[in-house]
């Protein structure tokens, strides 16, 4: 078996083509070998060493694939990594895992019987404003933290209802959208609440799915609140945590996804490195205040990470009991 691990990407809408194609092709752990597409004809151009198909099951019948990508719409997540795992392949598949819970729970199970890895792409876990939260809580540069509050607001007043992220249909909408990520970060730095009380709505004139949520997880001490909305013309901080020795406040969000958007490839020691104009502030009690630099990201650990799973039976980096109980608190919130 080659070292190189050959793979398929399933997708090619902006998240295959910005979010996992990059990555995979500078990897040189990893071969580009096939990329499902079906409309428009963007892959062939972009990967010309990669073979373009149409259909899942053709990705599924290459016996030289080891992996395959599932850069789809939500819905289609369950069924495309069932397909996978049962043609014996390793799968990635984007947030969110799964829409509902028994899929999830489904899946985990199966992925223990044929033996085949499932890795939940949680990229923002490796973005450097969440990393440079990390290290203040570790360090307790604030003292004791009070409030967290994680944002994740845009100003788009018109809804785009013929865009599947922002239909009615089943894990669509800003809560699968952002809910992933936020909670998700929310649940690594401070583990699972205590309790929480959830808003999860339509909230510009003529939506069709989601568009806006405001969730507080209580915690002993820390109240946390996750939010994002279609509507905040005015600029929101990214984070803002207060503790009673001081408060970090953090505008602009990490800075790779833009880059990925603007066509740059993820290589180089400089990659996910924050302008410095963009670093967080540390406002202390005492009337000090000081720039607080923000860590680098990096997304390309992910991948790194699944090669080491799949090669040298590395640990998961994302864990299926994670993956499976985040799926647990998106539908029971959206459902409440």
């Not at 691990?5 to 090619?12: M, R």
């Not at 985990?108 to 990393?131: A, M």
């Not at 788009?156 to 992933?180: C, F, M, T, V």
């Amino acid at each position: 078996m080659s070292k190189r691990i050959k793979t398929a990407l399933a997708g090619f809408g902006k998240a295959g083509e910005f979010l996992h194609a990059p990555f995979i092709h500078t990897d040189k752990s990893f071969e580009l070998a096939v990329i499902l597409e079906r409309t428009p004809l963007k892959a062939a151009q972009a990967y010309p060493q990669a073979k373009i198909v149409r259909t899942f099951e053709e990705i599924c019948a290459d016996q030289s694939i080891e992996l395959i990508v599932c850069a789809t719409p939500n819905d289609t997540h369950a069924g495309f990594a069932e397909q996978a795992l049962l043609a014996g392949k390793h799968v990635v598949v984007d947030k969110p895992f799964t829409v509902h819970l028994e899929d999830a729970i489904r899946l985990q199970e199966l992925s223990l019987k044929v033996k085949k890895h499932i890795f939940v792409y949680q990229n923002r876990r490796w973005d450097g404003d969440f990393l440079t939260v990390k290290k203040i809580l570790t360090e307790g540069v604030l003292g004791d933290v009070l409030t967290i509050e994680s944002r994740f607001d845009r100003y788009r007043p018109q809804p785009r209802i013929n865009y599947w992220k922002e239909s009615d249909a089943p894990g669509n909408g800003l809560w699968y959208d952002l809910g992933p990520h936020l909670m998700d970060q929310a649940f690594q730095l401070l583990g699972k609440p205590k309790k929480c009380e959830a808003t999860i709505k339509k909230q510009r004139e003529g939506s069709i799915g989601i568009d806006y949520f405001d969730v507080e997880f209580a915690y002993n001490k820390i109240a946390y609140r996750i939010h994002a909305g279609m509507l905040e013309k005015e600029r929101t901080p990214r984070w803002r945590i207060i503790g009673n020795k001081g408060t970090y406040t953090k505008y602009g969000v990490d800075p790779q996804e833009a880059k990925l958007n603007s066509g740059q490839q993820p290589e180089g020691t400089d990659w996910g490195k924050e302008d410095i104009l963009d670093f967080g502030k540390i406002n202390f009690l005492d009337g000090r205040s000081v720039v607080y630099p923000t860590l680098p990201g990096d997304y390309r650990k992910f991948y790194a990470g699944v090669f080491e799973t799949i090669r040298n039976d590395a640990p998961l980096l994302i864990s299926m009991s994670d993956a499976v109980e985040l799926v647990a608190w998106l539908e029971k919130l959206a459902t409440d």
